[in-house]
């Protein structure tokens, strides 16, 4: 969480449009049939991308 904090804004929003975009992609790719290397990874990505959004939001404030 420090991390995603010490970033400015334009990073935080240019990495989790990447998360999002990774996530859309994974999620794709199961639906499709396909096997996933790392099936946690979309766990982890989904905490992710709710971390952005919760320090983005605090900022808003």
């Known amino acids: 969480m420090r991390e995603i904090r010490e970033m400015s804004k334009e990073e935080q929003k240019k990495k989790l449009k990447e998360l999002e975009i990774e996530l859309l992609k994974l999620r794709t790719l199961v639906r499709s ?3 996933v290397k790392n099936p946690g990874r979309i766990r982890e990505i989904k905490r992710d991308i709710a971390r952005f959004k ?3 939001c ?4």
């Open 54 to 56: 919760m320090v983005l």
């Open 58 to 61: 605090e900022k808003r404030e």
């Open 33 to 35: 049939g396909g096997a």
